[in-house]
């Protein structure tokens, strides 16, 4: 079975954040709730935590649930541990309200340093405060009885470290042999696009790698952007590469070639 983009209601938490402004322009379901714990025009207002029968009630006769709320590290003013409470009260209420699908949003911090393609099976081994509150959000996803997926989501550009908190002065982390940190990013459209086609999937894995195919250079996403910036010596504890396989991934969504250059990523951006 598969449901119209156009007739399937879907309710986006926390949409009011960096990510799901950068994804909001490309978002094409009209039967779409963006939602924001702050009143704002255009925005379902709602505390996920202090109003859980709200949420059961704007759940109601939704197909799908995108939670992008949560707690980053450029935005930890609460608890990092406030991401497995979200993610408790959004899968109980998407049960209750009988939601064919919840997504998740996790990261490639779970990871840690590992090295070499990282793939969903890869045992985890976060480094950060961060990352371990999504490996504890992830468990709690996996053993709840609500039909979910986690997506871990590489680098958006514009919702990233490099374009997002961009200023003259930045420095990039350069090695030995002129390279610098190579990372998975995707671009702001084609997130939104791959968003859109996973919910209208019946079947899908409970994890999954979302990320361009090619991994990129940091600095390529400047030198595109024309932005200045220096360079510097990475440090011992620079993570050299960060690539999410996207193997099981494409197996539900099929990238073009320009998906994976920086170029692209930047005129995405430019766009938001």
Request: proline share 4%; with cysteine; glycine share 6%.
């Amino acid at each position: 079975m598969s449901y119209s983009p156009q007739t399937q209601k879907i309710v986006i938490l926390g949409s009011s954040g960096r990510l799901g402004q950068i994804i909001r322009p490309f978002w094409r379901n009209p039967h779409t709730t963006w939602h924001s714990r702050q009143a704002i025009q255009g925005y379902y207002t709602l505390d996920i935590l202090e109003d859980k029968t709200g949420l059961v009630e704007l759940f109601k006769g939704a197909q799908c649930v995108l939670c992008l709320a949560g707690v980053t590290p450029s935005s930890a003013t609460l608890s990092f541990q406030q991401n497995s409470l979200i993610a408790g009260a959004c899968l109980d209420a998407a049960q209750k309200a009988r939601v064919r699908r919840v997504f998740l949003t996790s990261s490639a911090a779970v990871y840690g340093g590992r090295k070499g393609l990282l793939k969903e099976t890869d045992q985890l081994a976060p480094l950060s405060e961060y990352g371990r509150s999504k490996v504890e959000m992830e468990k709690l996803a996996i053993e709840h009885g609500q039909t979910s997926t986690i997506l871990r989501i590489g680098n958006v550009a514009g919702a990233d470290a490099i374009l997002g908190n961009w200023r003259p002065e930045m420095a990039i982390d350069t090695f030995p042999d002129g390279s610098t940190p190579r990372r998975s990013y995707i671009g702001a459209r084609t997130l939104s696009e791959v968003i859109q086609k996973l919910t209208r999937i019946e079947r899908l894995p409970p994890i999954l790698n979302l990320a361009a195919p090619r991994s990129i250079q940091m600095n390529e996403l400047l030198d595109d952007a024309n932005l200045t910036y220096t360079r510097k010596q990475a440090s011992e504890n620079t993570i050299p590469d960060v690539t999410l396989d996207t193997t099981l991934l494409e197996k539900y969504v099929t990238f073009n070639q320009d998906d994976s250059l920086s170029k692209s990523m930047v005129t995405q951006w430019k766009r938001t």
